[in-house]
């Protein structure tokens, strides 16, 4: 069966430091890897996506940045964290059912990171 | 643009009771709609999966609704436990393009139920 981990699941962080949160997927291969962002009260923000090794896409300009050094695996990264960069992070992939036309996958989340910038 | 808009913001109701929670959609060529259940602190996991064809499926107490003709959906809990407290997310999937999938998320509904 398929899993997904993601950690470190809490970190607090002081404003100017580095920041690195890990994904990895078992049991499947090419999946498509999200990292999505979810501020106190709001809804999901998606960050970046990949769907492939070395291939992210951005959604919003950030001060963050993605890495797929493998296929089941996406690092989210920061030089230099920023007191809004503060939110819940979640890693998901998605998996592949119906047609190439009409996928229907469901994406799978891991259990989060919350990150606190002080 | 695409985009998911879903109602009541919150909603509180006691035990046992019913409630139904609404979703309206503007997401083009329309592929599937998902209902989202996340406790607080977790993941999101799927409740159900509607496509274009379907009008109603059940899931335990949950029962999910679409009219694809007014683009809404609704979720339906039956007979509420304090378990089903938590956030209720609609997530609306195009046909995709050029093989990248990215589904729009709705801002959740946030439900209570009390004893």
């Known amino acids: 069966s398929q899993t997904i981990h993601q950690w470190p699941a809490t970190l607090v962080q002081p404003v100017g430091s580095p920041l690195s949160l890990e994904c990895t997927v078992e049991?499947?291969?090419?999946?498509?890897l999200y990292w999505y962002r979810q501020a106190a009260g709001r809804g999901l923000q998606l960050l970046f996506y990949s769907v492939g090794i070395g291939q992210i896409s951005s959604e919003v300009p950030q001060n963050l940045s993605a890495s797929r050094p493998q296929d089941r695996q996406f690092i989210l990264s920061s030089k230099k964290l920023l007191l809004s960069d503060s939110g819940f992070y979640l890693c998901a992939w998605r998996a592949f059912t119906g047609t190439i036309i009409a996928n229907t996958g469901e994406l799978f989340f891991g259990e989060g990171s919350r990150l606190t910038v002080l | 643009k695409n985009q998911v808009e879903q109602s009541p913001q919150s909603l509180i109701i006691l035990e046992g009771k019913n409630c139904t929670l609404q979703c309206n959609y503007t997401v083009s060529p329309f592929s599937n709609l998902r209902w989202y259940k996340q406790d607080t602190g977790r993941g999101p996991v799927s409740l159900t999966i509607m496509t274009f064809s379907e009008n109603t499926k059940s899931n335990g107490r949950y029962t999910a609704t679409l009219d694809a003709d007014t683009k809404q959906s609704s979720l339906h809990i039956t007979a509420s436990q304090l378990s089903d407290s938590a956030s209720y997310i609609c997530?609306?999937?195009?046909?995709?393009?050029?093989?990248?999938?990215?589904?729009?998320f709705g801002r959740g509904t946030s439900l209570i139920v009390h004893p």
């Open positions: 997530v609306v999937s195009a046909i995709p393009s050029g093989g990248s999938y990215i589904p729009t």
């Open positions: 049991g499947t291969s090419n999946p498509n």
